[in-house]
């Protein structure tokens, strides 16, 4: 008992998990190395991106590691104070941000600069996590589902309004742990429904989408005649789906920005701009398909080397290490994700309090969109959607969010035992 | 434990299908598809190519006729351009500032991020005075590179000229032209191009993403140097080149000279000629509008394109195949009363000889003598073989190298028209005989041949029997390579010992006070040749001389037509005896009668432009409408002129002077 009193602050920590975080920050070190230009990578210099990459890492470590000094249950106590906190920062930048490439994102702190929407997301973790484990509902009525969507929705809409819609997508994310808790799963088919009737509706003409909805629905009707209720809620659904088609005509031409547009339209195909709007993604898939099965080996890529690929330290990093490391490097990060991904859920299933659940799930599904929509984004098979990759991409703000966000969850599974 | 645990698998299942979804397209991309690997090499790696010098011409005796010269192209690449001084770039360029924002708008137009032509051959005293003012102008650069110079300014058409490759010459070059690089486009420039061209230099850089070089790939062991293009040596004697074309100065017509022992080429006028240095460069465009604009169509190469009737020069032909086929022997004679009755048509004579033999026929030019050795070369087998013997005579004729072509080392050669027996039957079924074509015995009517194919016949005869066919250029190389197709004797088919009396009766023609060329004679020097007059509805007729010298061991054999110069004897003859002079002595000795080159250069006798739009003729290409059986009517022109380029009506030429007399205007 003395021993375990003598390191009290790190006893029971899931060191597995730390070592996947420090692997992955060394990849993103590394390759953030790699992407610096030649002459400019000779000398070790912390005004290189690499350089202060390095300084992001190690502070992050230190912050990671003091996270886990604290009680665990400050965080639950804590959680309205940091979620307000978040929306504030949220409403400051709107006011005093920064405007950067049409977003106004940034607030600069002499020359720190703070990205509120990152920091925005534990915030939110944490006090969704505090309403499902205070109250513990089970999403089946109007008002606990009007609760959390207002809890996620909040800091959602305040980044849509910056506008930064890859964060603000992000968000999304909540729906699986709220799923986990028993919303129904029918809000995930219905938002599974929504994505591909949006892709269908570019691709097919609408009134042969029409037609087959209602083919669809008649058949299923028809196989269900004797009961009423589902013939009801049938209809019900196919006129909402037909009218959510004409409504994505009217929200895609006047809610969407013109390079949201013309990035979808890239993505399914039905234009091509190499040298536009679509330059960021054939150069990245290039980069990335020139990497072949074993990669071109470190330092090596030529793309990555003569500048090819815009972002490419940041939101891009991902065409670097498929460039230098190939297919097989592709799949041990993918491998190192899915890993981390996994064993978070396991851990957080493992938690006697809901509150930590339900904050594990979060962390995983965050990690997990961010990922998806990264690496997706840069192989082509999502529009490019200006999000980074955890852990690796380049940037104080995201690193600092990630550990944040992941080291709160490290604490709260060492005190799994504890009393919440 | 509640039943929402077993959700965990959904969700832990869905991370595990959105991976391996990554997984795959992954894997297509970068181990399926190689298609990203090749666009990322094209992303990076730039074939920087080296031009190497094109090969130089030379005369015969290697004075350079075709050689190299630097110029120097202003490039800019748009995207790499700062704000600058359009003013201080427009003075250095000797251009107003508005030119310079519109040739900077044209060649962003063309790409951002490649260098592209901003001034194409700038002067050398903009490119010194950029020189020192380059550093103001970041994104231009300039580009030296070499074009075609021809010292003497002579033989446009010869020499033919280079020009920027077309998208077709691409394709056809399977991937060894690039846009940009150039191309020989006619004449020897295009017969010898690629020896001339030489082997392009590459050098493989990479660049990145703003187009800047970053050194070579693989240090350079995929590169290869250029080599420069092979040297020429030209048959051309530079001397009767120049003179020919001087003598040829406001005449259309052709010269060509050959030695006959080689068949290398010693001239090749066609005239009206233009300087070839004037298709080079820059300038190019508007100076060969300007040529296709010339009435006189000084672009036609008319040694191999013109294709006129032989005339009487067809004669010593006619009667060597005669001899060889035993129709008539050297001492057979004819009575001339002043023409020749063939059928209901009479085939007139210039004058009234009597009874001639074959050597005062041919001296004299007889029309008469020669109807009737056709006649008795046609008949020989009996008037009803008449067709098979024609057919046999049509093969004979044709080892001259009349209906085709020689095979001259110069693109577009003509073939001339010399029609197998076949032809007559479409047009008159059975029913033709000798004096259905009796024009062809004195080289009119349904005969055409270019210069080249009758200074040719002249070689053959000065051989005694065989020609070496025609070419231009005698070495290629160091080693000084020729053709081997050039080296070979092909026999015209006449034992030798029937040259003799015809050779003869050509020497009278220039030497005899009764020849029809003894105003040409050449002291000390025997000429053989053969005046022709050939008949022109158009105008005026040609003048024609064929001829060889010196008699015995010919060194030099040449065909002259000068167009609407009437008699043989008047213009192409003494054209002839100059060229054969200057070329066997190097010097033209003052002649008796007072003919001199200067003379002879200044006589105009550029037909008068006639307008054609006024009346079209149809031109009657197609024989099956040659129905008539005297087609001598039917002859047609190497000048064609267009209707298009003429507006005015009979715009004559200020010098043009009618010849009335057969001896030309002399200027004292």
Not at chain 1, 168 to 175: G, K, R, T, Y
Not at chain 2, 32 to 58: C, H, M, Q, T
Not at chain 2, 619 to 626: F, L, N, Q, Y
Request: charged share 20%.
């Amino acid at each position: 008992m003395q021993q375990q009193q003598g390191n009290r602050f790190f006893f029971n920590v899931d060191w597995i998990t730390v070592l996947i975080y420090i692997a992955l920050c060394a990849v993103g070190f590394i390759n953030i190395f790699a992407s610096v230009p030649p002459e400019k990578s000779a000398i070790f210099n912390f005004n290189t991106l690499y350089g202060k990459q390095l300084i992001y890492v190690l502070t992050g470590l230190v912050l990671g590691l003091s996270i886990l000094l604290f009680d665990g249950r400050v965080f639950n106590v804590f959680s309205p104070f940091i979620y307000g906190g978040t929306l504030l920062l949220l409403m400051a930048v709107l006011v005093i941000g920064n405007k950067v490439a049409g977003n106004q994102a940034w607030i600069a702190i002499g020359s720190f600069k703070l990205q509120p929407a990152e920091f925005a997301k534990f915030g939110t973790a944490l006090l969704l996590a505090r309403y499902v484990g205070s109250f513990n509902p089970k999403f089946r009525d109007f008002k606990s589902i009007a609760i959390a969507a207002l809890i996620v929705g909040a800091p959602l809409v305040l980044i849509m309004l910056q506008p930064d819609t890859g964060s603000a997508l992000v968000f999304l994310a909540f729906m699986f742990p709220l799923y986990r808790e028993g919303l129904s799963g029918y809000f995930l088919l219905i938002f599974l429904g929504m994505i591909v009737l949006f892709i269908a509706d570019f691709l097919v003409p609408t009134y042969i989408l029409i037609l087959i909805i209602t083919a669809v629905a008649g058949l299923f009707i028809y196989n269900n005649r004797r009961k009423q209720k589902i013939i009801f809620s049938t209809v019900l659904v196919t006129v909402l789906a037909i009218g959510y088609l004409f409504l994505i005509k009217v929200a895609y031409e006047k809610v969407l920005a013109p390079h949201q547009r013309s990035r979808i339209e890239l993505m399914l195909g039905l234009k091509t701009d190499n040298r536009g709007a679509g330059y960021n993604v054939i150069q990245s898939q290039i980069a990335i398909g020139s990497g072949q099965v074993t990669g071109r080996g470190f330092l090596e890529g030529t793309q990555t080397k003569y500048g090819y690929v815009p972002e490419q330290s940041t939101d891009f990093i991902f065409s670097t290490i498929g460039e230098e490391w190939g297919f097989l490097g592709c799949s041990v990060v993918i491998a190192l994700y899915i890993f981390l991904l996994l064993r978070l859920i396991n851990l957080a299933e493992r938690q006697r309090s809901t509150f930590s659940r339900v904050y594990g799930y979060s962390v995983a599904c965050i990690l997990f969109f961010h990922v998806f929509i990264n690496i997706g984004m840069t192989i082509g098979i999502i529009p490019v959607i200006g999000i980074p990759l955890p852990l690796i991409s380049y940037g104080g703000s995201s690193l600092w969010s990630f550990t944040i966000l992941l080291f709160i969850f490290l604490k709260l599974d060492s005190n799994r035992m504890g009393f919440f | 434990m509640d039943q929402l645990f077993n959700r965990k698998y959904i969700i832990q299942g869905l991370f595990i299908v959105i991976a391996l979804i990554l997984l795959g397209k992954l894997f297509y991309i970068q181990v399926v598809s190689d298609k990203y690997f090749l666009s990322a090499e094209s992303n990076v790696l730039r074939k920087i190519y080296k031009y190497p010098a094109r090969g130089a011409i030379l005369d015969r005796n290697m004075k350079v006729i075709v050689q190299n010269e630097p110029v120097y192209d202003l490039m800019v690449t748009p995207s790499e351009v700062k704000p600058f001084d359009t003013l201080a770039l427009a003075q250095a360029l000797e251009i107003s500032v508005a030119d310079v924002r519109k040739k900077l708008k044209k060649a962003k137009a063309q790409s951002a991020y490649q260098a592209t032509f901003f001034d194409r051959q700038i002067s050398v005293q903009s490119y010194a005075r950029l020189q020192e003012i380059m550093y103001r102008f970041p994104g231009f650069r300039t580009q030296d590179r070499t074009i075609r110079h021809y010292p003497d300014s002579i033989a446009g058409q010869l020499f033919g000229y280079v020009k920027e490759v077309s998208p077709d010459d691409i394709e056809k070059s399977e991937g060894y032209y690039k846009p940009g690089d150039f191309i020989g486009k006619s004449g020897l420039e295009r017969s010898y191009e690629d020896f001339l061209r030489g082997e392009k230099g590459v050098i493989n850089m990479l660049y990145d993403a703003k187009n800047i070089a970053q050194g070579s790939y693989s240090a350079g062991k995929y590169d290869i140097n250029a080599v420069s293009g092979d040297r020429l040596i030209s048959s051309l004697d530079i001397r009767i080149q120049r003179l020919g074309e001087e003598l040829m100065k406001n005449k259309v017509g052709a010269i060509v000279a050959i030695e006959p022992s080689t068949g290398e080429i010693l001239a090749f006028v066609s005239s009206p000629g233009y300087d070839p240095n004037q298709l080079v460069g820059k300038d190019w465009g508007k100076n060969y509008m300007g040529l296709l604009a010339n009435p006189y169509r000084p672009q036609i190469v008319r040694p191999i394109a013109g294709q006129y009737s032989p005339g009487s020069s067809f004669k010593p032909v006619d009667a060597l195949v005669a001899l060889q086929d035993g129709a008539i022997d050297p001492n057979t004679t004819f009575t001339c009363p002043g023409y020749y009755q063939a059928g209901n048509h009479k085939v007139k004579c210039e004058h009234i000889d009597g009874t001639i033999n074959m050597q005062r026929g041919i001296a004299r030019s007889c029309n008469t003598y020669f109807c009737h050795v056709f006649q008795n070369i046609i008949t020989k087998n009996g008037m009803k073989n008449q067709r098979q013997t024609y057919a046999h005579w049509h093969d004979q004729i044709a080892k001259w190298g009349f209906g085709q072509k020689l095979g001259i080392d110069m693109p577009f050669e003509k073939k001339g028209i010399f029609y197998q027996a076949d032809h007559y039957d479409k047009i008159y079924g059975k029913r033709w005989g000798y004096t259905t074509v009796i024009s062809q015995a004195i080289g009119q009517g349904e005969i055409t041949s270019t210069p080249l194919q009758m200074a040719n016949v002249m070689a053959a005869i000065a051989n005694r029997g065989y020609y070496l066919k025609p070419h231009l250029i005698k070495g290629i190389g160091d080693k000084k390579v020729v053709k081997k197709e050039y080296l070979e004797k092909n026999y015209v088919g006449i034992d030798e010992k029937y040259f003799q009396p015809v050779i003869e009766g050509m020497r009278d023609a220039v030497n005899s006070p009764w020849g029809t060329a003894k105003e040409s004679r050449i002291p000390n020097i025997l000429m053989c040749g053969k005046t022709g007059t050939v008949q022109n509805p158009h105008g005026k007729n040609h003048s024609v001389f064929i001829g060889f010298a010196p008699m015995d061991n010919p060194k030099i054999a040449i065909a002259v037509i000068v167009e609407n110069g009437g008699f043989g004897g008047s213009y192409a003859a003494p054209i002839s005896s100059f060229i054969v002079e200057k070329y066997l002595t190097d010097s033209i000795k003052p002649k008796a009668n007072g003919y001199t080159v200067k003379a002879f250069a200044e006589t105009n006798l550029l037909p008068a432009i006639i307008d054609k739009t006024k009346k079209p003729k149809p031109v009657k290409t197609d024989s099956i409408s040659v129905k008539k059986l005297d087609s001598i009517k039917k002859l047609k022109d190497s000048l064609k002129l267009r209707s298009a380029t003429i507006k005015t009506v009979s715009t004559k030429p200020k010098e043009l002077k009618t010849v009335l007399t057969d001896k030309p205007v002399i200027q004292k």
